[in-house]
T-cell receptor, first 113, second 119 residues
């Protein structure tokens, strides 16, 4: 069935360094790929998303890249700050109107000051 | 209240109890979702309601029963749960265009969740 694999499960970086989280998906019909950030005790919130008709999208320190051929997409955070510490989830959705998202397992990012 | 709200925020119940979780969205969206979030596991989609119609039931056991009386409210009725059902239950909503393709998706907004403990 549909599956999204996310790596690594935990990531620790020094403040100012870059962080990269990678996801692969199994359903070749997937065409929407959002990334959510969940701080401790809080709800998941969308930070960036990408659609299958583009290969890269950037929003300030955050960027997402998509390789449809290889069926993987990645989140890149540059100049990390302690407030970036959270759990990050990738997700994939196929071309239907149900809004169904398949989530990855999550990556716990720790940014050390 | 703005956004997506959920009540109660915490719930402890026995295996023989019957309880309900409530979700309300104040965003004018037409689609609502229930997710289960367990420790060490990804967010699991349980149910999807689009224009008040259930469009997805992700093989959820019948001890979970959803209800969507209108596009702003979503309930999850619980009965005879098991300890392994203990988790954070998240509600979300979005505005769906009803079309297919990559341009049809919009952000899902999550509620704060209900932390459920089954004894």
């Amino acid at each position: 069935g549909e599956n999204v694999e996310q790596h690594p499960s935990t990531l620790s970086v020094q403040e100012g360094d870059s962080a990269v989280i990678k996801c692969t998906y199994s359903d070749s019909a997937s065409n929407y790929f959002p990334w959510y950030k969940q701080e401790l005790g809080k709800r998941p919130q969308l930070i960036i998303d990408i659609r299958s008709n583009v290969g890269e999208k950037k929003d300030q320190r955050i960027a997402v890249t998509l390789n449809k051929t290889a069926k993987h997409f990645s989140l890149h955070i540059t100049e990390t700050q302690p407030e970036d510490s959270a759990v990050y989830f990738c997700a994939a959705s196929r071309g239907s109107n149900t809004g169904k998202l398949i989530f990855g397992q999550g990556t716990t990012l720790q940014v050390k000051p | 209240e703005t956004g997506v709200t959920q009540t109660p925020r915490h719930l402890v119940m026995g295996m023989t109890n019957k309880k309900s979780l409530k979700c309300e969205q104040h965003l004018g969206h037409n689609a609502m979702y229930w997710y289960k979030q367990s420790a060490k596991k990804p967010l699991e989609l349980m149910f999807v309601y689009n224009f008040k119609e259930q469009t997805e039931n992700n093989s959820v056991p019948s001890r979970f029963s959803p209800e969507c009386p209108n596009s702003s409210h979503l309930f999850l009725h619980l009965h005879t749960l098991q300890p392994e059902d203990s988790a954070l239950y998240l509600c979300a909503s979005s505005q769906e265009s009803g079309l297919a393709g990559p341009s049809s998706y919009n952000e899902q907004f999550f509620g704060p969740g209900t932390r459920l403990t089954v004894l």
